[in-house]
């Protein structure tokens, strides 16, 4: 069976991520700095042995479980559809966690990483990443803007899906910039809450209008008359 390239960029980030923790293992002290608050100050630690295995182990989990969704997809919601695309999602998650990973390393062995910046501004690439694909998805359980009204119309879907695709890119760009200046936390929010609420809403609202039109006016009855 032939491995994409994707796979192939996710389990090397994967064994990057391991390697690098036993490498770094014997310098890094007893309790690992594994948790930033919105300002960058460390305000929570984890003790040996799995401080420094933490993220490589939700990195493999990770990969293991969208390795798996194509297999257990239900017929007409395949991920194979847009396999390429799954794989590249795939691809830049893992790729974002072992940026993570190598960050709350180098903060265990005493370098000076400004976590305030560089994690939001990864996560905005990886909404970039993900709102440029977005358009592409097709009907699935397990990606995307899964909405009652986006899964039961294909129109929805698929017009869904191009807006909220524009929507994340946008604020991936908001998010990128916010972390690369400093910021703060509000920004970050407002972009990701707008990206996230408006194409629920939209899909909602977007169902109603289509099944209106298809349905008609009703008689007194209730029942549809035809024009």
Not at 41 to 66: E, H, I, N, R, S
Request: net charge positive; aromatic share 12%; glycine share 12%.
């Amino acid at each position: 069976m032939r491995i994409s390239r994707a796979h192939v960029l996710s389990l090397g980030f994967v064994v990057a991520a391991f390697a690098m923790a036993f490498m770094l293992y014997g310098q890094l002290p007893e309790s690992i700095p594994t948790h930033w608050n919105a300002k960058g100050v460390v305000d929570g630690y984890t003790p040996k042995p799995w401080g420094p295995f933490v993220l490589p182990l939700v990195m493999a989990a990770l990969y293991l479980v969208l390795v798996a969704v194509p297999r257990i997809s239900p017929r007409g919601y395949r991920v194979e559809r847009f396999q390429g695309v799954f794989e590249g999602i795939q691809a830049t998650l893992v790729a974002f966690l072992f940026l993570l990973n190598a960050l709350v390393l180098l903060s265990g062995i005493g370098v000076s990483v400004p976590m305030a910046r560089v994690v939001p501004a990864g996560a905005g690439l990886v909404l970039m990443v993900l709102g440029n694909y977005m358009g592409k998805f097709t009907k699935n359980f397990f990606c995307g803007i899964r909405t009652p009204w986006t899964l039961a119309s294909d129109e929805v879907w698929l017009r869904t899906h191009r807006l909220g695709g524009r929507l994340f890119v946008l604020a991936g760009i908001i998010v990128l910039a916010s972390g690369l200046l400093g910021g703060g936390p509000i920004p970050v929010l407002a972009a990701v809450t707008v990206a996230a609420v408006t194409p629920v809403l939209y899909s909602y609202f977007l169902y109603r209008r289509i099944e209106g039109d298809k349905h008609g006016p009703t008689d007194d009855t209730g029942s549809h008359r035809s024009a």
